[in-house]
Every structure is written in structure tokens, then in C-alpha cells.
């Protein structure tokens, strides 16, 4: 008998060595469903038992409590569980039609999503609180819209294995990411390898204020959110990039610009890639121009 448990593992595995592997981001959410909420309820029922009964019966509950798009991720970690169980030729061995007008999900609206963006007052408070280096990483996210795992990954002198910050140059490389465990990973997308251009008041004040090491910034990415959660619960550190977001798009910055330095992805990746990779001026010109929107700690 094969259980929910024993397949989560191959399933979880199919997704770390695939020929094209989910993100980290993608695998740790994944197992964190299965570890708070599956496993528990599941993880010693057998595969052949678990049908759209099964889902009615987990997922209802779970609706309660859970934010309708976490609802619907730990159902497509359910579903991939059991469609992994496959036979030798590939053959789902347990295919399911899933029913879900009968298991009612949640449905995901948009405009409910929490998509917090940290305010600038609440942005200025932080600074009189917290480490030097935390001051110094909220101001560094809050002004170029890095995401943390990017942010992380900067070193102060080039070496080839990760991202670099230019002090000359006012501007930071994207190659790689770094994952809660120290190790560097690919990036979430291919548009997010870019260069983003800080504006000479942070580029300054990095220089001023950035000890002597490796690395931008010396804490790993669970001890930095966990000191950030400690004081801005439930905002999470995307707040800081979207609030960067806001400041380009309030200055009128070029769209193009824009989802450059933001590492968004769009049909004209490739081009908007070698256009503004080779306008190093006008991006720096940009940069002085939106500023940062917030007085940095002193």
C-alpha cells in the first residue's frame, strides 16, 4: 500500500531534480503545506483511497482559516501527490476527475489579494528601530525593489558566483539568489537577470555605513525576515519592493525601464534587456530622478 506520505516524498523529489525544477520559493511553500496541513490529516491514508470526498472533507476547513489562494495551492499539492504515483510507462496509476462544484473551493478574487505595501511613515519609524544592518537592508530594499533573496546574494567585490554591487558604477549585477540555506540558486525567472541602478543618496549611504565582508549583508534570509516579522508582522519583505514599484511609477518612468530594473518578465524581454543594458547613463539619470521617496537613517 502506498500512502499520501510515502508518495509527498517521491513528489517533492520529482520536483527538485526534474529536467526543468521548481524554484525554491515554489518547493518550500509546497512543503510547508504538506508538513502544517496534509501529512497530518493524510499522510497515512493510502492513494487509492483518496478521492473528491477526501478533498471536500480537507479543504472545506482548511477555507475557514486560510487565505483562498493558499487554500488552492495546497489542493494542487494534493492533486500532483497522487497524479505523481505513475507506472512504468508513465500511466497515472490513480487518475482522478476532480470534482470542484462539489468540493467548493475557494475562489481566488484579485482585488482581495493582501498585497501589502509598507508606507512611507511606517518605512521612516523603522529606522529608529532595529540593527544597523537591518536599517541598512530596509533602506537598500525600499530603494531599488530587489527581492530579498537577489539582495542577499550581493557581494562587495566580484568573484563570478553571485550578485555584485558596483560602488563606482551606483549599480548591482543580478546573476543569482540566495536561499535560506546559504546556497545560491537561479533566479525566479530569466527576466530577473538585470542591473538596477541606485540613486547617489543610497549608493552613498552604503558606502558610508557597509562594513568590511563578503557579502552587502551578513544575515541569512530566515534570521532577517525573522527580526522583520518581529516588528512589521504580517507585512513581509515584498512590501519594500512594491513600495519601489510605487516611487517608478509615480516618477514616470519609462514602462520599459521600469520592468528592467523590476525584473518582470514581458514579450520584449530579450530587447528591453539589450536596450537599457546598453543606456548605463539614462538609467543612471533615472534613478536621480525618482530618488527614493524616504529620508535615510541616519
Not at 558604477?169 to 537577470?193: C, D, M, W, Y
Not at 512594491?242 to 518612468?253: D, I, M, V
Amino acid at each position: 500500500m502506498t500512502t499520501f506520505a510515502d508518495q509527498s516524498i517521491e513528489y517533492m523529489r520529482g520536483l527538485r531534480q526534474s529536467r526543468n525544477p521548481a524554484s525554491e520559493g515554489t518547493i518550500r511553500a509546497y512543503q510547508s503545506y504538506l508538513d502544517a496541513n496534509l501529512l497530518p490529516q493524510i499522510g497515512s491514508r493510502a492513494l487509492a483511497d483518496l478521492d473528491n470526498g477526501t478533498a471536500k472533507a480537507v479543504f472545506g476547513p482548511l477555507a475557514d482559516k486560510l487565505a483562498a489562494k493558499t487554500v488552492r495551492g495546497h489542493f494542487d499539492v494534493f492533486k500532483g501527490v497522487i497524479a505523481s504515483a505513475i507506472d512504468q510507462n508513465g500511466n497515472e496509476i490513480y487518475p482522478r476527475k476532480w470534482n470542484l462544484s462539489f468540493i467548493d473551493l475557494p475562489s481566488v478574487v484579485p482585488a482581495e489579494q493582501k498585497t501589502p505595501e509598507i508606507p512611507r511613515k511606517t518605512l521612516q519609524e523603522a529606522f529608529l528601530g532595529g540593527s544597523p544592518e537591518d536599517r541598512r537592508l530596509w533602506a537598500f530594499l525600499a530603494g531599488s525593489g530587489l527581492r530579498i533573496g537577489e539582495a542577499l546574494a550581493v557581494r562587495t567585490t566580484p568573484d563570478g558566483t553571485g550578485n555584485y554591487w558596483d560602488r563606482a558604477a551606483r549599480t548591482v549585477n543580478i546573476e543569482v539568489q540566495r536561499h535560506e540555506n546559504g546556497q545560491f540558486g537561479p533566479l525566479k525567472t530569466s527576466s530577473s537577470r538585470r542591473i538596477v541602478d541606485l540613486c547617489q543618496p543610497l549608493n552613498d549611504f552604503l558606502i558610508a555605513n557597509t562594513p568590511e565582508g563578503e557579502f552587502l549583508f551578513a544575515s541569512k534570509e530566515r534570521a532577517a525576515r525573522k527580526r522583520f516579522d518581529l516588528r512589521f508582522p504580517h507585512t513581509g519583505f515584498h512590501a519594500f519592493r512594491r513600495f519601489r514599484e510605487t516611487q517608478t511609477e509615480l516618477a514616470g518612468t519609462p514602462t520599459t525601464l521600469a520592468y528592467f530594473w523590476a525584473g518582470h518578465a514581458g514579450e520584449d524581454i530579450h530587447q528591453r534587456y539589450a536596450k537599457w543594458t546598453l543606456r548605463a547613463e539614462e538609467r543612471r539619470e533615472w534613478a536621480d530622478r525618482i530618488g527614493l521617496g524616504f529620508e535615510l537613517p541616519q
